[in-house]
């Protein structure tokens, strides 16, 4: 709600709040004014003190006029703050925060650490904005840090400044100084993440949002809730993310709160808040002996706060217990504090164990979430029973119970929407949202199914079902679309690679996406982007916003100077003063600067990725000729399934490099970049642009150069077994499980130590189940053994080689593969008789077979069948009786059945494979019915 409101403005209402707060603060040490209103013969005043006795351990408090500051502070200031979590949310309360605002300061003055930093290469010296280490101390501690110092300023009121105006001034001017410091030795909101002693508060109130936030992983904005902004001389907003915290609560709270709701600290800071409040505010009931001395506000202005220090701390049953208040308030609000932790997590733990034995799936994150969200609400409640009553006191009755109802609706609101939220309605909704962003980049035509409504108004589950029903939207769109919430998604952090099967695993049950697809995918983004799945290189949506404000920034920059260049950075410009301050904002790397600068020279950049992407081509070429090793003939299925896996990211690689050459249009480096490409693949590259629409994006003088005739030039180099074993070391990392046990088959053969060297570690390691079984076969079998002594590799290697499986995804096939089986004949054996029911689905794979059938009295033969070749394939769709009887024409002829039985479930499965089937099964009966035409 209030992420959206102008930055200007709410410039304007910190500056007024911030000097409406220091002037409190001012008042605290010099105040002559208010006094007149807590004069006992004041007329008005609601403030003028009464003359009745309020007891604190059996005697009256002597009460002087006092000057209001302290009072207005603990009484209207601090409770508003909490009122405007739950309800407005941290998005209004960060962006008013005084303390937040002063902390900025060094930011607004251009004085914060820095790092000097030298590249070792080149000798350029940098300087870095200094932050906090997500992996320092502080940096995994901070929780703690923050609820500590809650802890200790609550203890300090009861103590020191709840009534003494000059310690609580003293205290507030420390915290500010501490808040200006903070700001210059870290950049980005460090006071406000890191130290902030209200921070645990704003968690517990603001988690997973206030009542009236924004849904910020739902939002088309790219500034969100209370995020780091500016306003440019155009009056434009733009991010001044620094990434300071990742993930960042002022991006989006709920991602923050999902993402950290089963860390220990979470329940530590949440229960123990919980005793500590109500701690707090039994403490006065346990010192004076009566709730008078905390209604009356008299604790506000206790003339004797600190000679009360060594007094007795307790006074219980009429009695004063003697233990000095000095140690007496710690130890309560600490007793309490423990007591909270322990009573919540046991709680947690009963609900827990009663939930996993009352129902199969037990969500145990959705049990922490309700728990929290009921203690939140409680202690919101609990704490409006106390906090500025004594204020509220003095007005009519009527306000009161306004108020009270108040109180008790929002909060119920509150509670109401909280309770319904969960982790996957939020990743459902996160990735709902992307998907709606890929659904409108592929421009479908969805009006008559909206009924007048956008994109932008669907639910999560309208967005899944409108996918299922859009007649437009096939497998291929459906295929680049999820792509394109995967890229998304690990461009952002959301999701790593290895993380994202398991976050997208909704998703892809909902648009039919298999497992192995998802892989595919990985591959196909892999290639166009290495470094987005680079392990190594950590991802977040707080980086990418904070890259993302420095490119705004300096473009901006090069465009008032009139610098801005399509093709190279000026020196003059990297020179400037101006852009070394904001590369030293943004935290800007030398990497960093150079995929930035790409970004203004888009024809530079393809370029690059174009020549990266055509020598890994080279490579997979060199690899796919180094596969015809002279050992490996001899295993004819294996060299073909590799083949084929080179063969498919061959496809990728000159698939992504015609994209490249669409975006090029005319550019010069087009023509040097398809000549390169038409060397290195040309019958692929051919191919693929007859093939495809390619010839309809790309330019007519870079199609007609892709698509022209080329003589292969043969060449008779010598495999070297080292580059063929190296190859076969590159394809055991392949996606497809199948492909990674063939090559350490494929290994075995040309080099058995090196396999058992390897097989070894691949039982260490936890490896696919396929890999790992032919990992320990190959260790109990002599050197270079046959594929026969591998059944279970057998199988799938033909399965895979057949064209009636062509690309089916791995699991599916090692699903059919564990209900097959090898059968084995002898020349002249009988493998199907004509009039039998066809109860399997053959495939020959050694061997021949001939198709006799009958004429009158003749027996002939119809055909013959080869390896590869499927038998009485139209009958197995069909379940219909076999017309022809199928011999063993060879002394070994070998088949793997399937039963009929599982290829039904396959079909009703899998819809893709279902339409190929039919499309194979339609060419099938055109040829027959052109054989019999010639008959």
């Known amino acids: 709600m209030f992420a959206q409101l102008p930055e200007r403005p709410m410039h304007s209402v910190r500056w007024v709040l911030t000097i409406s707060w220091l002037l409190v603060i001012a008042s605290l040490f010099y105040d002559p004014w208010t006094v007149a209103l807590t004069k006992p013969d004041h007329t008005w005043s609601p403030l003028r003190l009464t003359g009745q006795c309020i007891q604190v351990q059996g005697s009256c408090v002597e009460e002087q006029p006092y000057p209001i500051g302290a009072t207005l502070f603990w009484g209207a200031i601090v409770p508003s703050g909490i009122f405007i979590l739950l309800v407005f949310g941290h998005e209004l309360w960060r ?32 300087y870095e904005l200094a932050k906090v280490k997500s992996d320092s101390w502080l940096g995994r501690n901070y929780p703690y840090v923050q609820f500590g110092w809650l802890f200790i300023g609550l203890c300090g009121r009861i103590l020191f400044f709840n009534a003494d105006r000059l310690v609580l001034g003293l205290w507030l001017v420390f915290t500010i100084v501490a808040a200006i410091a903070v700001g210059y030795y870290y950049g980005g909101k460090s006071w406000c993440q890191y130290f902030c002693p209200m921070a645990p508060v704003q968690t517990i109130f603001s ?51 999902w993402n950290g709701l089963n860390n220990p600290e979470e329940s530590i800071i949440r229960y123990g808040y919980v005793g500590l409040v109500v701690g707090y505010f039994l403490y006065y009931y346990l010192y004076a002996g009566n709730w008078d001395y905390y209604f009356s506000g008299v604790w506000n202005r206790d003339p004797n706060q600190l000679a009360s220090l060594m007094s007795p701390g307790l006074y219980l049953s009429g009695q004063p217990i003697n233990i000095p208040k000095l140690f007496a308030v710690p130890l309560v609000l600490g007793g309490f504090s423990a007591t909270g932790y322990f009573l919540g997590t046991w709680i947690e733990q009963r609900a827990k164990s009663y939930d996993q034995q009352h129902h199969k799936h037990s969500d145990t994150d959705l049990i922490r979430h309700r728990i ?53 309605l939020y990743s459902r909704e996160n990735l709902a949202n992307r998907f709606r962003k890929q659904l409108e980049r592929l421009q479908l035509d969805v009006s008559q199914y909206l009924d007048g409504r956008s994109l932008d108004d669907l639910h999560t589950n309208e967005v899944y079902v409108l996918a299922k029903v859009l007649p437009g939207f096939t497998q291929e769109k459906r295929h680049e679309a999820y792509k394109g919430v995967v890229r998304e998604a690990l461009e952002e952090g959301y999701v790593s690679t290895s993380s994202s099967l398991a976050v997208l695993q909704q998703m892809r049950h909902e648009l039919g996406i298999s497992d192995d697809e998802h892989q595919e995918v990985l591959e196909e983004l892999g290639v166009k ?6 392990p190594n290189r950590k991802r977040s949506l707080e980086n990418q916003i904070r890259l993302t404000g420095y490119q705004k920034s300096l473009e901006r920059f090069l ?56 020598a890994r081509l080279n490579e997979w070429n060199l690899c796919d000729r180094d596969l015809n090793h002279p050992s490996l003939q001899a295993h004819p299925a294996i060299l073909q399934l590799l083949h084929q896996g080179v063969q498919h990211k061959r496809e990728l690689i000159v698939r992504s490099i015609l994209e490249i050459l669409v975006s090029l249009k005319d550019h010069p480096s087009a023509t040097t970049i398809a000549r390169s490409l038409k060397q290195l ?35 008779a180099q010598v495999v070297s077994t080292q580059d063929t074993l190296s190859h ?43 890999l790992n079984d032919t990992a320990e076969r190959l260790l109990a079998l002599p050197p270079s053994p046959a594929l026969t002594e591998f059944p279970v590799l057998e199988k799938l290697v033909h399965l895979s080689n057949s064209d009636f499986f062509d690309r089916l995804q791995c699991e599916t096939l090692i699903a059919l593969s564990d209900r097959s089986e090898i059968k084995t004949y002898t020349k002249g054996d009988v493998i199907t008789e004509a009039g039998d029911t066809c109860r399997e689905f053959l495939l020959l794979i050694e061997g021949d077979a001939s198709i006799q059938g009958t004429n009158g009295q003749t027996i002939i033969r119809i055909d013959r069948l080869h390896p590869g070749q499927i038998l009485d394939e139209l009958e197995v769709l069909t379940h219909s009786t076999l017309e022809n009887t199928i011999l063993a024409e060879s002394e070994r002829t070998r088949i793997v059945a399937i039963p009929v039985d599982a290829l039904d479930d396959l079909l009703e499965r899998d819809s893709s494979f279902a339409r190929r089937i039919l499309d194979l099964e339609g060419r099938q009966l055109q040829r027959l019915v052109r054989l019999g035409t010639h008959a």
Not at 105 to 126: A, D, H, V, Y
Not at 387 to 412: C, E, H, K, M, N
Not at 682 to 697: A, D, I, K, M
């Open 95 to 126: 962006r008013i925060c005084p303390l937040a605002f002063l902390s900025q300061i060094p930011r607004g003055l251009g004085k914060q650490r820095q790092f000097k930093r030298e590249n070792p290469k080149t000798g350029k010296i940098r």
């Open 529 to 534: 982007d290495p470094e987005l799945l680079n």
């Open 681 to 715: 693949s040309p019958h692929l590259t051919t191919e693929l642009v007859s093939r495809n629409s390619w010839q309809s994006h790309l330019q007519q003088s870079i199609a007609d150069l892709l698509i022209q005739p080329q003589a292969l030039e043969q060449s």
């Open 728 to 770: 076969l070391e590159t394809l055991l990392h392949h996606y497809n499980s199948v492909i990674q046990a063939a090559a350490l088959f494929a290994i075995a053969q040309l080099d058995p130590q090196r396999a058992q060297t390897m097989a070894q570690m691949i039982q260490r390691d936890s490896s696919p189940s396929l």
């Open 207 to 257: 988690e997973p949002r206030g009542l009236l936030g924004s849904k910020a992983h739902m939002s088309e904005q790219r500034i969100t809730q209370s995020m780091c902004r500016t306003v440019q001389s155009d009056g434009n907003e733009q991010s001044a993310c620094v990434a300071c915290q990742s993930p960042c609560f002022d991006i989006d709270s709920e991602r923050t709160y």
């Open 559 to 614: 465009r008032l100077q009139q610098q801005i260049s399509s093709t190279e950075f000026t020196s003059s410009a990297e020179a400037s003063d101006a852009i070394r301050a904001l590369r030293r904002e943004y935290s800007i790397t030398p990497q960093e600067e150079e995929w930035v600068l790409s970004g203004f020279a888009p024809d530079a950049g393809n370029t690059q990725k174009a020549e990266s992407l055509l």
């Open 372 to 424: 929290f969200v009921i203690c939140t609400f409680a202690i919101f409640n609990f704490f409006f029973l106390f906090a500025g009553r004594p204020l509220l006191q003095l007005t009519p009755i009527w306000v009161q119970y306004a108020f009270d109802l108040s109180i008790v609706f929002l909060s119920t609101l509150w509670l109401q929407k909280s309770w319904r939220r969960s982790s996957d």
